[in-house]
């Protein structure tokens, strides 16, 4: 079965200083990685995906990804956070072979503080 | 091109009764999944419908149902409600494919009392 674990609940960082919201999963073969983001009162919105190629991935709003395989993490990060990127961000995994369902963590809370 | 649309945004039920939330994909994607995400427990996977079939169903309890329509919308149901079911409920559509993300609605947010 896949997993995802997102180790921190709540992650505060200053407004300017880089942010990284960490996030590890678990998958029987090649995985296929999202990062959404969720402001109060709405859905989630898509941020970035990892699918093949280059690890290092770039999405909406100035986020990053890093994909590393041998240590099965894919962190969110993002080289000068501000207060309105302050929302909940949830890594989810796909696993290959089918269409199989999609799994998410249970959401890092981003605080930026001014 | 019009979003993911869920009605109603808000509703207040009691225990045992049941209710049904809609939802209308964005034009064009067939592939609809709803997920319940409450504090605690982060997004939890109901089940996904795909041509009017459910493809992908989660761990709830029988009380939880949903089915498609030919025009790719779908509502799910939940009977006899109980104070635990308490959520927001998120519907997402996609193109058929397994590299495409998803593309949620803003949700139904139940109460029950």
């Known amino acids: 079965a896949q997993s995802v674990a997102q180790p921190e609940d709540q992650v505060n960082v200053a407004e300017g200083n880089p942010l990284t919201v960490k996030c590890t999963y678990s998958?029987?073969?090649?995985?296929?990685l999202f990062w959404y983001v969720q402001y109060p009162n709405r859905g989630l919105q898509f941020l970035l995906k990892y699918i093949t190629g280059d690890n290092l991935v770039k999405g909406s709003y100035g986020f990053e990804a890093e994909f590393n395989k041998s240590q099965t993490s894919f962190h969110l990060k993002k080289p000068s956070a501000l207060v309105s990127d302050s929302a909940l961000y949830f890594c989810a995994v796909r696993d290959t072979g089918g269409y199989q369902k999609v799994t998410f963590g249970i959401g890092t809370k981003l605080q930026v503080i001014p | 091109k019009a979003g993911v649309t869920q009605t109603p945004r808000y509703l207040i039920k009691t225990r045992g009764q049941q209710v049904t939330l809609s939802c209308s994909p964005i034009s064009g994607h067939r592939s609809v999944s709803w997920y319940q995400q409450t504090p605690g427990q982060g997004l939890q996977f109901l089940f996904e419908?795909?041509?009017?079939?459910?493809?992908n169903k989660g761990n709830f309890p029988g009380r939880f149902s949903g089915r498609q329509f030919s025009n790719s919308r779908s509502e799910m149901n939940v009977s006899t409600l109980e104070l635990g079911d308490s959520a927001l409920y998120l519907c997402?559509?996609?193109?058929?494919?397994?590299?495409?993300?998803?593309?949620f609605g803003e949700g139904s947010r139940l109460t029950v009392l």
């Open positions: 998958v029987s073969g090649n995985p296929y």
């Open positions: 419908y795909f041509s009017e079939t459910q493809r």
């Open positions: 997402a559509s996609s193109l058929p494919s397994d590299t495409g993300e998803l593309f």
